[in-house]
């Protein structure tokens, strides 16, 4: 589709917008205050915080608590912001979405994907 036949209108705009977020990185800093986690314990044994849509979107707004992705499962997250160096060490995403997110430098070391779905709108670096 060509650019300039969009421009001006309501998708264009919309377009333009997220295609501006995705150059620039997620400015909260770790926030200090602890948020409440319900618990799951994985096939291999290992304690994994539940982190549904609800809590990624109160955690996006105050800023993401230090180790909020280590070690979690992520159930049906749309994941529309990320810090950069986010760590995934340890973590299941089960039927989530990268969407309109710039992904920089993001590690997913002994990390289970299930089902994942990654945008055109999203940047992988």
């Known amino acids: ?18 295609k501006e977020l995705l150059a620039k990185p997620y400015d909260k800093g770790g926030f200090r205050k602890l948020f409440s986690f319900k618990w799951l314990t994985s096939p291999e044994g290992r304690k994994l915080k539940i982190i549904d849509q609800q809590l990624y979107d109160r955690a996006a707004r105050e800023g993401f608590p230090l180790s909020f992705f280590r070690e979690s499962y992520f159930d ?16 299941t995403l089960m ?30 670096t």
């Open 1 to 18: 589709m060509n650019i300039l036949a969009i421009n001006g209108s309501p998708k264009g705009e919309a377009f333009l917008r997220q």
């Open 76 to 91: 049906q997250v749309t994941f529309y912001c990320l810090p950069d160096f986010a760590d995934f060490l340890g973590s």
């Open 95 to 124: 039927n989530c979405k990268f969407a309109v997110c710039r992904v920089k430098s993001a590690s997913f070391i002994f990390s289970s994907i299930y089902s994942r779905n990654f945008t055109r709108a999203c940047s992988i």
